[in-house]
């Protein structure tokens, strides 16, 4: 009989990763042609809802996201947990306040299944979202992304210069 945990953990990760980068896929193949032009901001609101979960689990295991530094690992966690282990990326720490996010190696972009429009909408709603909702108090910006051409993804984050006077906290 099959067992769960008969399966590698390795294997249980490409699984999910890849079932999600297919999804994404799926959908805008099978509801694009009904919803036409409506499909892009309505897509985005999902990714902006993930953003929401992504929070969600950033609180619950108590990840730290009071400087750029902690904002930046914090998200690494939480996008590796979503995208799986084959997510590549490194943290640079810019200045006492600025961190940089590199990703260098992307699950969705080696996926047989990116969509007609690329991925990069879904992404960055999806990280500034989720970062501003784990810390108001920063900003974050794409600087390169792999699916506009560039050869890695760097994604900077920084005091929000509109919150400075705000005290950056704990995920609320």
């Given at each position: ?91 640079l720490e810019v200045g006492k306040d600025g961190a ?73």
């Open positions: 009989m099959p067992d769960f945990r008969s399966v590698p953990d390795d294997t249980k990760w490409l699984i999910a990763t890849q079932y999600a980068a297919h999804l994404t896929a799926i959908y805008e193949k099978v509801f694009r042609p009904v919803i036409q032009n409506r499909y892009d901001e309505l897509e985005q609101e999902v990714w902006i809802r993930m953003a929401e979960f992504s929070t969600e689990i950033a609180k619950s295991l108590r990840l730290p996201v009071e400087t750029a530094r902690d904002l930046a690992e914090s998200l690494r966690l939480v996008m590796t947990l979503f995208f799986g282990p084959d997510l590549k990326e490194e943290i940089v996010i590199i990703i260098r190696r992307c699950p969705v972009l080696t996926s047989d299944s990116i969509s007609e429009n690329g991925p990069f909408h879904r992404c960055m709603a999806l990280t500034l979202c989720s970062q501003k909702k784990m810390n108001p108090g920063f900003s974050s910006r794409f600087v390169r992304a792999m699916c506009m051409g560039d050869r890695q993804c760097e994604i900077k984050i920084e005091p929000d210069k509109e919150s400075r006077k705000k005290p950056a906290g704990k995920i609320s």
